[in-house]
């Protein structure tokens, strides 16, 4: 009897123990954990977040060296196109210079001080016709001129020169051109209302030249003489004349809708259209630093019987432009600033949902973003800038959002990824368009672009255990 009194009161105490240890299995407590152990923790996640830093820094650092392998491919590229162009002037005719007419007085003891005479007025009329030719992938413009050539020459005190050293019975008159390959046709002057048929030669001072000799007399001392002369020519890359008249003026009407007008005198009034261009030019004697009478040209120092061509040429370049490159060249330069924005947008994502990204994974990033500035590059050479950067635009932003997807298996992230970047690509080139304003656009979206990666730093936690 006392054997089951006990087996009873033992049966109570049997099930409050079961119970216990059910639930001690089931809901284990807690106990806090130490505080060095959180601290230990914490130093070691910091340091795994420097250690990052530091790598995603150095990966950045890395990526400017084939960013300068980019420009040399830029400039390679431009120097062949060069040349491509350079080799079709060789074969056509060189950039023309048109210096003349003017009246040459030999010395009689030849002492090298013959004497030049400059025209009273030099009015020349011009319509240049452009045309594209082919080199391999590459375009060069030349031209064909159609040149009018009239005016005056006021003749000196003959009898005074020819009492010097001056022999008035060579005289001739002269007209300067850098290639004779340029004429079209054989070149004949009216001088005096005489007819005269030119002839290439070369002069001391002027180099080569057409020339034909005329008739001056004594008695024309003080008279003005008139002169007339048709030229066509043909020429690439430039056409350029000097002021060599007391008054000198100059119309010009082309096909070439991308003009430069070069030199140091610009255009009175100028006119540039889809359908070509118009100019004019208006130059006097008081405009330059050299007489009406000359006795040296070309490298000769300064002075007022001296012409140094180089310092007063003026007219108008026509070559194809290849802006392609000068603006391929500007946005290489902002991958930097592509570069580490999009590998602070990748880490912050990395570290707000938690799925590690690896080192390599971001070099394969910056190495994307690098590949789109050679495929704009190869593009820009076949079609026009505008379609070239949109096609690596979208191959570079549709790669980088693909690959970002399957990295961090969430698909709205990887799309809001690469509407940054395309936002970017965007803002960057809004900058190759413009030119007075660059500055202060860049400047301000830099900053905007900054603030946004400022907000986004807020959702990081960058020091608690998550």
């Known amino acids: 009897m006392t054997t089951e009194m006990e087996n009873a009161a033992m049966e109570p105490q049997e099930a409050q123990t079961k119970n216990e240890t059910f639930n001690t299995v089931t809901n284990p407590v807690r106990e806090p954990k130490n505080a060095e152990t959180q601290n230990g923790q914490g130093k070691k996640r910091n340091n795994r977040l420097l250690l990052k830093l530091g790598i995603i820094g150095l ?50 003891y030849k002492r090298e001080k013959d004497l030049y005479l400059l025209p009273e007025e030099l009015h020349i009329k011009g319509n240049v016709e452009t045309e594209k030719r082919h ?14 050539m009239n005016g005056s020459f006021i003749l000196p005190d003959l009898s005074a020169l020819e009492d010097s050293f001056y022999d008035i019975s060579k005289a001739e008159v002269l007209i300067a051109l850098n290639d004779f ?3 079209t046709e054989n070149i004949s002057i009216s001088f005096n209302d005489t007819i005269y048929s030119m002839k290439s030669n070369q002069d001391a001072q002027m180099g080569s030249v057409l020339c034909c000799p005329v008739t001056l007399s004594k008695t024309q001392s003080g008279e003005s003489v008139s002169y007339s002369v048709k030229m066509p020519v043909k020429g690439s890359e430039s056409l350029t004349f000097l002021p060599l008249g007391n008054s000198t003026e100059v119309e010009l009407t082309s096909n070439c809708t991308s003009p430069s007008f070069q030199g140091n005198y610009l255009p009175v009034t100028r006119t540039v259209s889809d359908n070509g261009f118009s100019a004019s030019w208006k130059i006097l004697a008081i405009n330059r630093d050299f007489s009406q009478t000359v006795l040296k040209w070309n490298e000769c120092g300064h002075g007022p019987q001296c012409v140094n061509t180089s310092e007063n040429e003026f007219g108008v370049t026509m070559k194809v432009p290849v802006l392609q490159y000068q603006q391929t060249t500007r946005s290489v330069k902002y991958a930097y600033l592509f570069i580490f924005m999009t ?33 704009l590059l190869s593009f820009s050479e076949h079609i026009p800038f505008l379609w070239s950067y949109l096609i690596a635009m979208l191959m570079t932003i549709v790669l980088i959002t693909g690959y970002l997807a399957g990295i961090l298996k969430i698909r709205k992230t990887s799309i809001i990824t690469g509407l940054f970047l395309l936002t ?15 500055l202060l656009v860049g400047s301000i979206g830099i900053f905007i672009i900054l603030a946004i990666l400022m907000y986004a730093s807020q959702k990081v936690k960058w020091y608690k255990e998550r």
């Open 59 to 108: 990966l950045s650092v890395l990526l400017l060296i084939p960013q300068q392998f980019i420009l040399r491919l830029i400039n390679e590229r431009y120097e062949t196109s060069s040349k491509a162009e350079t080799e079709v002037s060789q074969l056509w005719s060189k950039a023309q210079q048109v210096t003349g007419p003017v009246i040459h007085i030999p010395d009689k």
């Open 424 to 438: 970017l690509y965007i803002f960057m080139y809004v900058l190759l368009q413009m030119e007075t304003y660059t």
């Open 181 to 183: 390959r340029g004429l």
């Open 343 to 375: 590998f602070a947008i990748v880490f912050f994502l990395e570290h707000r949902h938690l799925t590690p990204i690896h080192p390599v994974q971001y070099l394969l990033i910056g190495i994307a973003l690098l590949l789109f500035y050679t495929l």
């Open 135 to 148: 080199r391999g992938i590459f375009d060069a413009m030349v031209y064909s001129a159609e040149l009018d």
